[in-house]
């Protein structure tokens, strides 16, 4: 039955019960779970999602979240706290990204939901701005491969053609001239990853900058998942590409704030070299009975508490705490690599290239299917995210992993993962795990749409498909 989450221990609710419960046994109820699943995490054996992992850190959250969950971000005179924390949000990211270096330009930002969520913005402001100034009017959009699947949505949803240029599989560097073949007078700009979701690697973005600056077109960094760690790798002894506001020719960068930023979920930031281009996508409507309207972004009301608590958590963190979680992720993925490449028959993606990666790592084999290590490493509570074009598996480090023990705990279950890969290889048997955010597999035929489709409905349907608690 556990494919109906908890249906065996709690009364499942299909319709809004007549009566209420007592607050303490839905707390009770709630807090279960929730301990359950934190329990998951814990080991420090899970790639990403969970950036910080520290519970005190989590209740600090909780009770700066507490003040302003009721709080409506989007009413601002009854609120002004909401002013000051979104603009110290927006302006303590511009200075870790260094805006200060921005001269052809009025630096801003706006706070958004998620990944997501800023570059949908982005995309929206592109669109807008290109139609403003360049009379643009059947935009189109070029991504490396590797750039974020949220881009294909952001295009799919704003009526944007996607332009995809290939990346070396090996090296998993973008083709420059693919990209410059893919702009035209149509393009509203183009992106690259610091790093990409998939290997951690940097694209270079002082050449696809200076292209995008060159042709005219917008020039965005996808800097969700290594704004707020990328910005401390110096201080790690580490060498990367600049991606930030110092190159020029830089429009756009999203940075999560929810990720290394260690906040709650639902909090973003994109920032723009200049104001006119994040004020192409304001929205406000004079002529509405139900008064002046504006929003300056997508959505209209907000959580007060996201934004308090995403405050809350950068100032009491300061530098010094991003610096010190910082090279500490650094320090353990270096290690967990060091122990990867202690097997010749495994090979990190981009290794030694000049994007290297340094905190989110991706390794694959020629020796055999990579996801026979996944079927080992599963039930022993490893959970590694699954790519595809070469099927290749990885490892987002973060403050749970650099727990003492977990490291030797990966060289010891790796070493003999690796030893039953070789075995399934060679007994000429497939892995039954697959490649998908998400963790489903499959092909790209109509049957995996399909079963992708149902996994969604799933999602959301399930407890309504359930038949009544006795
Ligand atoms: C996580 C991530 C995103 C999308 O962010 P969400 O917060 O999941 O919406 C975009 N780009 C990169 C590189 C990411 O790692």
């Known amino acids: 039955m556990n494919d109906y989450p908890y249906a065996d221990r709690y009364a499942v609710n299909r319709t809004l019960p007549e009566h209420g419960r007592p607050r303490t046994d839905v707390l009770a109820e709630m807090r279960e779970m929730a301990t359950e699943e934190d329990a998951f995490w814990e080991t420090g054996k899970i790639s990403g999602t969970m950036y910080c992992g520290d519970h005190e850190h989590y209740e600090f959250l909780n009770e700066a979240f507490g003040m302003y969950a009721h709080v409506n971000a989007l009413q601002r005179d009854m609120c002004p706290s909401q002013t000051k924390y979104e603009g110290e949000v927006i302006a303590m990211a511009l200075d870790l990204l260094h805006a200060d270096a921005v001269e052809d330009g009025a630096p801003a930002g706006l706070v958004t939901t998620g990944g997501t969520g800023s570059i949908l913005h982005a995309l929206v402001a592109y669109r807008e701005h290109a139609r403003e100034t360049r009379g643009v009017t059947q935009p189109n959009f070029v991504k490396p491969e590797t750039g974020h699947a949220a881009f294909d949505k952001g295009c799919h949803l704003f009526g944007i053609e996607m332009r995809v240029a290939p990346v070396d ?71 990367i590409p600049e991606f ?66 995403t405050w809350a958590a950068m100032v009491s963190l300061g530098r010094e705490g991003y610096r010190e979680h910082a090279v500490e992720i650094f320090e353990t993925a270096a290690s967990m690599m060091d122990v990867v490449r202690s097997h010749p028959e495994l090979r990190i993606m981009g290794d030694g290239t000049a994007g290297a990666p340094t905190f989110c790592f991706s390794f694959t084999s020629d020796e055999f299917e990579i996801y026979h290590l996944v079927d080992f490493l599963g039930p022993k509570g490893w959970r590694f995210n699954g790519q595809q074009y070469p099927n290749a598996i990885h490892m987002a480090v973060t403050r749970p992993q650099t727990r003492a023990g977990v490291v030797d705990a990966f060289a010891a279950d790796l070493a003999d993962a690796v030893a039953y890969a070789h075995e399934k290889h060679a007994a000429g048997e497939e892995a039954f795990s697959g490649a998908i955010y998400g963790g489903v597999a499959g092909g790209l035929d109509q049957a995996t749409s399909d079963f992708i489709v149902m996994v969604m409905d799933d999602m959301l349907d399930k407890q309504q498909a359930l038949p009544p608690a006795p």
């Open 244 to 309: 930030d506001f110092r190159v020029s020719g830089v429009t756009t960068i999203s940075a999560d704030t929810h990720k290394y930023g260690y906040a709650f979920k639902g909090s973003s930031t994109l920032l723009f070299r200049d104001k006119a281009l994040r004020n192409a996508q304001y929205f406000h409507l004079l002529d509405w009975s139900g008064g002046k309207y504006m929003s300056p972004g997508m959505e209209g009301s907000r959580s007060g508490g996201l934004i308090a608590s």
């Open 169 to 239: 599989p090996r090296t998993t560097a973008v083709d420059l001239d693919a990209v410059a073949g893919l702009i035209d007078e149509n393009t509203i700009a183009i992106m690259g990853s610091a790093g990409n979701y998939a290997y951690g690697t940097i694209d270079p973005i002082a050449e696809l900058a200076a292209l995008a600056a060159e042709r005219g077109v917008g020039m965005h960094v996808d800097a969700c998942l290594g704004g707020f760690i990328l910005p401390f790798a110096e201080d790690a002894g580490l060498k």
